[in-house]
């Protein structure tokens, strides 16, 4: 009982942290302003361990990669924890490739988790209050992923599928990376 629950806590501090940091690569790719109160929130909750980091490595034009390494070893810590709280040891090195790559795939679970809520959120706030301080935000993270479902979809007059669309897109590849991930690790 005690381990299912210290898993579960560390499932969300860890999930929440490796999300901040896709939000965090995100709001550069983006180029979403600084001094927005969401990217600050998001840049002070990251930055203790992003920017000892960027000394290391530096960022690219558009990919954040000290953001993006930091969330990769967020996610490594996060299966070594989960090995560790589930079955009382670390696990052997031999198996170490394979939990590497498994890092990849979490961070990319989190990622499409993160455009699933984004655009959810996006688009109940459209119906219900669409003129809410946060919907700007939420166009400008969207508009890249959504303005290319735009233009393959036909025109619905003023129905726009695109975050349905989108929502299917991103639950589907989680699905297949949570396969993938147990057929790999079994996490």
Not at 33 to 38: I, M, Q, R, S
Request: with cysteine; proline share 9%.
């Amino acid at each position: 009982m005690f381990s299912e629950v210290l898993h579960f806590l560390i499932n969300i501090v860890f999930s929440l942290f490796g999300i901040a940091l896709i939000v965090r690569a995100w709001i550069f790719a983006i180029r979403l302003h600084p001094f927005n109160p969401y990217s600050q929130a998001v840049l002070r909750a990251t930055d203790w361990l992003v920017q000892p980091i960027r000394k290391v490595v530096a960022p690219g034009n558009r990919i954040d990669w000290p953001s993006l390494l930091a969330c990769w070893l967020t996610a490594l810590v996060f299966l070594l924890l989960t090995v560790l709280t589930l079955s009382g040891q670390l696990p052997p090195l031999a198996s170490l490739p394979p939990i590497l790559l498994t890092a990849l795939l979490t961070m990319l679970k989190w990622t499409f988790n993160l455009i699933l809520w984004i655009t959810l959120i996006q688009a109940v706030l459209s119906w219900v209050n669409p003129l809410a301080p946060v919907m700007p935000v939420l166009q400008t993270l969207t508009a890249p992923l959504l303005d290319p479902i735009r233009r393959i979809l036909p025109n619905m007059g003023g129905l726009d599928l695109s975050p349905l669309v989108l929502l299917v897109l991103a639950q589907v590849a989680m699905m297949f990376l949570q396969h993938f991930t147990f057929a790999l690790f079994g996490v």
